[in-house]
């Protein structure tokens, strides 16, 4: 990387579906972040990149939703962030000064988590290099709007509350929500943060929420993409720290990220899965296709020159 960024990167003894390009040829870059500080029911985020790296050699590159195979241009795997243990602050700010060289190379990261809460440290560097107009697309079961947890604000339980101490509301966009605590909806009312409920999605159907949220994205600089894998029914994605019943399919996902995908998006992050309560791996599997899709929707956005 050529920078004292790189004294935070140790390099994976996995890349990425086993295989990773040439840098001058790509302008994605996979970053790992097994942050696993602040579990509160199953621990073992540590684990996920990878096994969602080992995960990706079980699938196709090339995306029928999109007509593009990502084999034609791949991307680079960095590695993963060397997290300090002295608290989750102090990590943040590896993971944001990492996140921000990348950006200032003008890389498209690819961060796989890792709990939720390395969306703090990612998302600033993003707002750092773009700007105030830069918005966060989250779909996640939980708002994660409590003010702290368990004695922190440094929680996967507070990731929203934390984005606010620098974006503004209107800069934010949860979809799937269908599990929060009373004070966490209060807050959600008060603030007059967007949302649409796992249930919504479903009695008003894809195209319809898509319609929404192209509204958003069309007021925003740029777009950030946040993936709580919990945001899925258990059904599938089991291996999460935090399932939630009645979620998302992974059908309804990936039909909204055709809908909406543009040039406006300029980083994605897959977070919360949990090895450990995954044996079949069908979790990370579902995580390395997420990858995949983005990649594949978002490379004719990107080159030759962004949107």
Not at 155 to 179: E, N, P, Q, T, W
Not at 262 to 269: E, H, I, Q, R, T
Request: hydrophobic share 40%; aromatic share 10%; proline share 6%.
């Amino acid at each position: 990387m050529g920078n004292e960024a790189e004294l935070f990167i140790a390099r994976s003894p996995y890349v990425f579906g086993g295989v990773s390009g040439r840098r001058e040829r790509t302008p994605f870059s996979i970053l790992g972040i097994p942050l696993d500080m602040t579990s509160s029911f199953r621990s073992g985020y540590r684990e996920a990149p990878l096994s969602i790296r080992v995960a990706a050699q079980s699938l196709e590159y090339f995306s029928m939703r999109f007509n593009i195979s990502i084999e034609d241009f791949l991307y680079v795997d960095e590695g993963d962030v060397l997290l300090p243990q002295d608290g989750v602050p102090r990590a943040l700010d590896v993971v944001r000064e990492v996140a921000g060289y990348l950006l200032g190379s003008g890389r498209i990261p690819v961060f796989l988590g890792g709990e939720h809460t390395l969306t703090a440290g990612t998302l600033r560097a993003v707002v750092d290099s773009f700007g105030r107009s830069t918005c966060a697309l989250v779909l996640d079961a939980h708002a994660d709007l409590r003010a702290e947890y368990s004695g922190t604000r440094y929680s996967h339980a507070c990731v929203v509350s934390r984005l606010l101490d620098f974006m503004d509301k209107d800069c934010i966009y949860i979809v799937g929500v269908r599990a929060l605590s009373r004070e966490e909806y209060e807050k959600l009312k008060s603030t007059g943060i967007r949302y649409a409920t796992a249930r919504s999605v479903k009695r008003v159907g894809i195209r319809h929420l898509a319609s929404s949220l192209q509204d958003f994205i069309n007021s925003c600089g740029r777009v950030y993409l946040s993936v709580d894998v919990d945001v899925f029914d258990p059904a599938y994605a089991p291996g999460v720290a935090t399932p939630e019943p009645d979620g998302l399919s992974p059908s309804d996902f990936f039909d909204l990220l055709y809908e909406v995908v543009s040039g406006k998006f300029v980083a994605l992050d897959v977070t919360e899965v949990t090895p450990p309560y995954d044996p079949s791996m069908i979790t990370s599997i579902l995580a390395a296709k997420i990858v995949i899709e983005f990649m594949a929707g978002l490379y004719p956005h990107v080159l030759p020159g962004r949107a």
